[in-house]
């Protein structure tokens, strides 16, 4: 996924040979940049697009191995991005995010149980105390736990930038 910083375009490019060369890009969509992508399994992709206005997560998804992409809407509301996608053992899936609205500094979660149609309400996995922090990243372990790993200019006890990380268990299904 690539994206150009003067128009806020995103394009998806493709390669057959594991990174020798790529297809022509397809443009996922206008008004967009910092891009995640998720394979869903028969030629089926979904991308959490980060817009530039409102600063908000939209989904995109392809039917076609990414030849085409559809905007699926907002996911998000503004100041909460840009996203990461995970599928979890059980099957869900996990949108891990960035929350900048003043009121709930943090890192927020929401999960999916039908490929991202709808979600659930957000989950608060961290606080910070500065809008400067996001950029959330998840891993499921062996044991069903996952590590969501996030960057913060200040948080609760440490007032500089570091990265957290959070440990917890997804709610049942």
Same mark, same amino acid.
């Given at each position: 996924?690539?994206? =150009?910083?003067?128009?806020?375009?995103?394009?998806? =490019?493709?390669?057959?040979?594991?990174?020798?060369?790529?297809?022509?890009?397809?443009?996922?969509?206008?008004?967009?940049?910092?891009?995640?992508?998720?394979?869903?399994?028969?030629?089926?992709?979904?991308?959490?697009?980060? &817009?530039?206005?409102?600063?908000?997560?939209?989904?995109?998804?392809?039917?076609? #191995?990414?030849?085409?992409?559809?905007?699926?809407?907002?996911? &998000?509301?503004?100041?909460?991005?840009?996203?990461?996608?995970?599928?979890?053992?059980?099957?869900?899936?996990?949108?891990?995010?960035?929350?900048?609205?003043?009121?709930?500094?943090?890192?927020?979660?929401?999960? =999916?149980?039908?490929?991202?149609?709808?979600? !659930?309400?957000?989950?608060?996995?961290?606080?910070?105390?500065? !809008? #400067? =922090?996001?950029?959330?990243?998840?891993?499921?372990?062996?044991?069903?736990?996952?590590? &969501?790993?996030?960057?913060?200019?200040?948080?609760?006890?440490?007032?500089?930038?570091?990265?957290?990380?959070?440990?917890?268990?997804?709610?049942?299904?």
């Amino acid at each position: 996924c690539h994206y =150009s910083a003067d128009s806020y375009v995103t394009f998806v =490019s493709t390669s057959l040979d594991d990174g020798m060369s790529f297809v022509k890009p397809v443009k996922l969509g206008e008004n967009t940049n910092e891009t995640a992508l998720l394979h869903l399994g028969n030629k089926r992709w979904l991308a959490a697009a980060r &817009t530039r206005d409102p600063a908000d997560i939209h989904l995109y998804r392809s039917e076609d #191995d990414g030849a085409t992409w559809a905007d699926q809407g907002a996911v &998000t509301r503004a100041r909460q991005h840009p996203g990461h996608l995970l599928r979890l053992a059980d099957g869900r899936l996990l949108l891990t995010y960035g929350d900048r609205v003043p009121e709930e500094l943090g890192t927020q979660a929401m999960l =999916s149980s039908d490929e991202g149609e709808t979600w !659930g309400e957000p989950l608060r996995l961290a606080e910070v105390t500065s !809008g #400067d =922090s996001g950029y959330p990243a998840s891993v499921q372990l062996a044991d069903g736990t996952i590590v &969501t790993a996030y960057y913060a200019k200040s948080a609760p006890g440490c007032d500089r930038y570091h990265m957290g990380v959070v440990v917890w268990e997804p709610p049942a299904q």
